[in-house]
């Protein structure tokens, strides 16, 4: 079997289409401008490229946005302080504080001075608590993504045996408390590995619908995958720079020969990256029309 390619690319180009719209709608009928704060702090390349597409996206969406770069050495002091400032301004309806911070910041307490009603990334405890009892306003944006490919896919996942590997803040913990709620896009018997886990290829082979972020280079090989699974790559590993002089990028699972046995596959580039950034639109449009009282 040669899986399907799930393109990311062509989804987020999809939904970034009726955002457009929706944005257009809410300017004309309520005056509203969805506002976005991007925060970069340092140099970090990867980061700069993340936040540069970012804004990139907001302004093509027609937002009003705001890029703010800070140097490594900022104390945490300051930052939360120029966190407060955008809580208080009614023009941004959301705040992106890029992760990783600095090691002498503690990223927790940057990410508990957001207000949560301008946490658009989903990460304040407050949006975390809200996710797991099944009334979410925000979910962080690359599991949303994910759950937006396997909708838009067609991919069933009421009933499905789900296995994520990885347990991180930003991923792994919060797809499978996504898919583990009930309702549509949900209601899977999840199974969360890590780097504990005693013989992983077990774990991964039951699996309906295998989700990895895993942060390694080709963690999974065909051997770990069931035939006819779908697997989502989360993985954005730089393994070199191209002659263009652009990183090269690959992902958590060893694409060319998993692609010969799953039924669904997301590549690297291409997959989950493009739906992470339009996933920050779609929750910066839904915190902008809450702030207006208008039903997101
Ligand atoms: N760094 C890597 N992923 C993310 C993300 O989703 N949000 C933020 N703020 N930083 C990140």
């Not at 690319?9 to 309520?30: D, N, S, T, Y």
């Not at 989903?122 to 994910?146: Q, R």
């Not at 390694?216 to 779908?230: H, L």
């Not at 263009?244 to 699972?253: E, I, P, Q, R």
């Amino acid at each position: 079997m040669t899986a399907k390619i799930i393109s990311g690319a062509e989804i987020a180009r999809e939904i970034r289409e009726e955002l457009k719209r929706e944005v257009a709608i809410l300017g004309e009928k309520h005056g509203v401008v969805p506002g976005l704060v991007t925060i970069l702090v340092g140099e970090n390349p990867a980061s700069v490229s993340y936040v540069t597409a970012k804004q990139q996206a907001a302004k093509a969406l027609g937002f009003y946005s705001l890029q703010v770069n800070e140097p490594e050495t900022i104390s945490e002091e300051n930052l939360e302080e120029l966190v407060n400032t955008y809580n208080r301004n009614s023009l941004i309806h959301g705040i992106l504080v890029q992760l990783p911070l600095p090691s002498h910041i503690n990223e927790s307490a940057v990410l508990h001075a957001v207000d949560p009603r301008k946490d658009v990334d989903g990460f304040h405890p407050v949006n975390v608590g809200k996710l797991m009892i099944g009334e979410a306003d925000f979910i962080p944006c690359t599991p949303a993504g994910i759950q937006q490919l396997l909708l838009r896919t067609g991919i069933e996942t009421d009933g499905a045996e789900v296995v994520v590997v990885g347990r991180s803040n930003i991923v792994g913990k919060p797809i499978a408390n996504i898919l583990l709620q009930k309702g549509k896009g949900a209601n899977a018997t999840v199974t969360v590995c890590h780097t504990r886990t005693r013989n992983l290829a077990e774990h991964t082979k039951r699996a309906d619908i295998l989700i990895v972020a895993a942060g390694k280079p080709k963690a999974i090989t065909a051997d770990m995958v069931r035939e006819g699974a779908v697997v989502i790559d989360v993985g954005v590993n730089r393994i070199g720079v191209s002659e263009s002089g652009k990183a090269k990028l690959c992902g958590d699972v060893d694409f060319e020969r998993v692609k010969e046995k799953a039924g669904a596959i997301t590549p690297v580039p291409g997959g989950v990256g493009p739906m992470t950034i339009t996933m920050l639109m779609m929750n910066t449009v839904k915190a902008a029309k809450i702030a207006a009282g208008i039903k997101p």
